[in-house]
């Protein structure tokens, strides 16, 4: 089974910025399309945006123009590039495959957008 680790949250000012990374244990993760997700607080799990194996991106409509998803499939890792940040897109936020099956989830990471 792949294992996900993701990493890179914390902190930040509206207006700031952060890249996550998504580290998967096997070559397999590399045929997947992969997503980022995440969850807010008191709300459900909710798509971000996703990359197929072949690099085709898409992003919901919230984070289009301050997102940029990518993947570097030398290193097994997905990353998530967000800029002009906001205080809604405070949420745990958490990589797996899209669409139908799911590796195991990882323990995800925390985005927090705060003066």
């Known amino acids: 089974q792949v294992q996900l680790v993701e990493s890179g949250g914390g902190l930040v000012q509206p207006g700031g910025s952060l890249r996550l990374s998504c580290a998967a244990s096997?070559?397999?993760?590399?045929?997947?399309?992969i997503g980022w997700y995440r969850r807010a607080p008191g709300k459900q799990l909710e798509l971000v945006a996703t990359?197929?194996?072949?690099?085709?991106?898409f992003y919901v409509d919230s984070v289009k123009g301050r997102v940029t998803i990518s993947r570097d499939n030398a290193k097994k890792t997905v990353y998530l590039q967000m800029n002009s940040l906001k205080a809604e897109d405070t949420a745990v936020y958490y990589c797996?495959?899209?669409?139908?099956?799911?590796?195991?989830w990882g323990q995800g990471t925390q985005v927090t957008v705060s003066l």
């Open positions: 797996n495959r899209y669409g139908s099956g799911s590796f195991i």
């Open positions: 096997s070559d397999i993760f590399n045929n997947y399309t």
């Open positions: 990359i197929t194996s072949s690099g085709v991106t």
